[in-house]
């Protein structure tokens, strides 16, 4: 069974701070992607990751696959208060006989004013 | 543009009714799915579709049936709810994977109580 563990579940931090949430897994995904979620809203794609090392940036957010890719990071540069919501990283793998997406727990992150 | 349409989007139960949900695409995507979300749990996946005629069991299918007798539409049903039911339910779609477009587009939920 493939596992996405994230960390820190939760996360509540002041305006202006940087902060970086952490997916890992001991499984090989051919592409890893982020969410995030607003209450009362269903989840909504940020980015999606394919390549071993692979960087993308999105304005202040920053996203990184491991070489493995095993592993994801999202670092928020500068966090605003419209960054609050639950974060969700999720994995696939092209070919499976399953077609799904392995979800992690996600992330909750508030940030004050 | 649609997207994924779920109905309805609360609902309250009793022990031991019957509903049935529906996700509706307009994407033509082949692959359909139900997730469960319970707070702290992240998202579980219940019942999945990867065309229409065809459905197969997630990681917690037990008092959950499916069908998907058309390509757009995926339909959850309980047949006798319980109260360890309760829950926000999404539906998401997905094209056939390949070339890195696999995003999930979800649909806005449904909020099910059982009491």
């Known amino acids: 069974t493939q596992l996405l563990e994230q960390s820190p579940q939760f996360l509540s931090i002041q305006e202006g701070e940087n902060l970086t949430v952490y997916c890992n897994s001991s499984?090989?995904?051919?592409?890893l992607q982020w969410y995030r979620q607003e209450p009362g809203e269903g989840p909504v794609l940020l980015v999606t990751?394919?390549?071993?090392?692979e960087v993308k940036k999105l304005k202040r957010l920053t996203f990184q696959f491991g070489d493995a890719r095993k592993d994801s990071s999202l670092h928020i540069t500068a966090a605003q208060p419209g960054d609050t919501g639950l974060y969700l990283c999720a994995g696939s793998n092209y070919g499976g006989s399953q077609g799904n997406l392995i979800f992690g727990k996600g992330t909750k992150l508030s940030v004050k004013p | 543009n649609a997207g994924v349409t779920q109905t309805p989007k609360f609902r309250v139960l009793k022990t031991g009714q019957s509903m049935t949900l529906l996700c509706a695409q307009d994407?033509?995507?082949?692959?359909m799915y139900w997730y469960r979300q319970d707070p702290g749990m992240g998202l579980r996946l219940i019942h999945y579709s990867v065309g229409e005629g065809t459905t197969a069991k997630g990681e917690v299918p037990d008092g959950y049936n499916v069908s998907r007798l058309k390509k757009q539409n995926f339909l959850l049903g309980l047949e006798s709810a319980a109260p360890s039911q309760t829950s926000v339910y999404f539906c998401?779609?997905?094209?056939?994977?390949?070339?890195?477009?696999?995003?999930?587009?979800f649909g806005q939920g449904t909020r099910l109580t059982v009491v």
């Open positions: 998401a779609s997905l094209p056939r994977q390949g070339g890195g477009n696999t995003e999930a587009f």
């Open positions: 994407m033509n995507h082949e692959y």
């Open positions: 499984s090989v995904f051919s592409s």
């Open positions: 990751v394919v390549t071993g090392g």
